[in-house]
């Protein structure tokens, strides 16, 4: 994975996050205080902003860096477990190298683990794991088969979709959700949203190769 391609990635995913504006803003103001699309907005900006800062860098120092900014400059529940992702992908990436697919998956497990032990909740909870997690899963079971490239990048979109898709019916057990109670039923929960939102366009850049 070259820096190339991350900040490449920051820059699609920001684009993303501005075009679904208005999906993940009324879900936060659904099930949540309203305030995800600007968290998340404002997050993607401030990481594409360094693009001149970032580009000379090794992949793992981009990593750290992008996750140190987010912990200084991103409010709410979802800046603290972004940076958490990435600066524990960084570490991984730095130990392991991202030089394959298998590495790369890898090291985006390792974030993902992240988020777990930092948020303390896991599948089912009504939250952005549930795009995460099975995302994560496909990604390390697809690079292990060796699918090609298309077809993990499908297989990864297609996760995110049907992860998305589970947290409607939920009930919330972390995150601010929690005291609606079954009144959240039938919302899909902003952070999976806009974790999907991610994916799909990370996914579709390098589709577009
Ligand atoms: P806040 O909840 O502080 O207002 P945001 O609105 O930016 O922060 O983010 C809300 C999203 O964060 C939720 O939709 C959910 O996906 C995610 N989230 C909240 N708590 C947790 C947790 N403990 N583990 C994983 N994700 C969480
Ligand atoms: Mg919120």
Redesign the pocket.
């Known amino acids: 994975m070259k820096t190339t391609f991350i900040l490449s990635s920051a820059l699609a995913i920001h684009a993303a996050i501005v075009a679904h504006e208005a999906d993940i803003e009324s879900?936060?103001r659904a099930?949540?205080?309203g305030?995800?699309y600007i968290?998340?907005k404002r997050a993607s900006e401030v990481i594409a902003g360094m693009y001149n800062e970032l580009v000379p860098l090794p992949p793992d120092e981009v990593l750290q860096k992008i996750g140190t900014k987010l912990l200084s400059s991103i409010?709410?529940?979802?800046?603290v477990?972004f940076a958490s992702f990435f600066m524990e992908m960084a570490k991984v990436a730095k130990i392991n190298g991202t030089n394959n697919k298998l590495e790369i998956a890898a090291a985006f497990a390792a974030g993902v683990q992240a988020?777990?032990q930092?948020?303390?909740?896991t599948v089912g909870?009504?939250?952005?794991?549930d795009v995460l997690i099975p995302v994560s899963t496909t990604f390390t079971l697809s690079a292990a088969a060796g699918k090609t490239t298309a077809e993990i990048c499908q297989a990864l979109k297609d996760a995110a979709d049907i992860g998305l898709e589970s947290t409607r019916a939920m009930i919330a057990t972390?995150?601010?959700?929690v005291g609606l109670g079954e009144r959240g039923i039938g919302h899909l929960?902003?952070?999976?949203k806009s974790?999907q939102v991610m994916i799909h366009a990370v996914c579709n850049l390098i589709l577009k190769d």
């Open positions: 879900l936060d099930i949540g205080d305030d995800h968290n998340i409010g709410g529940a979802s800046g477990l988020i777990v930092r948020g303390k909740a909870e009504k939250t952005m794991l972390k995150g601010r959700a929960d902003p952070g999976a974790c």
